[in-house]
């Protein structure tokens, strides 16, 4: 079993609609990185997160330590959120355990 | 534009070839971490480095080597390179240890 685990691998959805992609964990963290990236290959780090919430735009990240759990939500999804979204994982030795990913397409 | 560079963008070589690829991180960064991607193995974290000084070790094979510069800049050395090398390799730079990384470009490695 993977350390981290995504869910779903894939989505797609209809423009506008409200998204959410799941990710549980399995060992001890110390922060946890949501990364969007776009199929030129390039990864952008969307929040680090090491409890409770934070926002940025239309993306909203939640983490909740004792479940070992963490949600990123896109509201008013849009075309341009196609993208590879990818949960990663802080241990105590700075060494990042990533998730296999949740391709998301939103057509219009 | 994260502001972290990475050099070349693309290299194809053959197999038995030895390659090195470069990462210069976001002004004020004395971390940098390395990555690759591979289509069957995903994301793996290869090593960090800080301040010159490496920190933390993945799952980075004998054949491949780093080390980070007085001026901060990092190079990822890959010899003896076989066909199952070929990757996106990422580098990422950060202030410090638990705080947000920004990622370059990465290198897309084919080997042929």
């Known amino acids: 079993k993977n350390e981290v685990e995504q869910s779903p691998q894939n989505l797609t959805a209809q423009e506008g609609e409200f998204i959410t992609i799941n990710c549980s964990y399995s060992v001890g963290i110390s922060a946890l990185h949501w990364l969007q990236q776009h199929p030129g290959g390039g990864i952008v780090s969307l929040f680090m997160?090491?409890?409770g919430k934070k926002k940025h735009g239309r993306l909203i990240a939640t983490i909740n330590i004792q479940e070992k759990h963490s949600s990123l939500h896109i509201t008013a999804s849009h075309p341009r959120d196609s993208a590879v979204y990818i949960c990663?994982?802080?241990?105590?030795?700075?060494?990042?355990?990533f998730g296999t990913g949740t391709r998301l397409q939103v057509f219009p | 534009d994260s502001g972290v560079t990475q050099t070349p963008k693309h290299l194809i070589t053959a197999t038995g070839q030895r390659v090195t690829l470069r990462c210069s991180p976001r002004?004020?960064?004395?971390?940098v971490y390395w990555y690759q991607q591979s289509l069957d193995q995903g994301l793996q974290f290869l090593i960090q480095?800080?301040?010159?000084?490496?920190?933390a070790k993945g799952n980075i094979l004998e054949r491949f080597s780093a080390q980070q510069f007085p001026d901060l800049h990092s190079e990822l050395n890959l010899s003896s390179l076989e066909l199952g090398d070929s990757a996106l390799y990422f580098c990422?730079?950060?202030?410090?240890?638990?705080?947000?990384?920004?990622f370059g470009q990465g290198t897309r490695l084919t080997v042929v």
């Open positions: 480095y800080y301040n010159g000084e490496e920190r």
């Open positions: 990422a730079s950060s202030v410090y240890r638990n705080t947000e990384a920004f």
């Open positions: 002004s004020g960064d004395l971390s």
């Open positions: 990663a994982v802080k241990v105590n030795t700075d060494k990042l355990i």
């Open positions: 997160l090491s409890s």
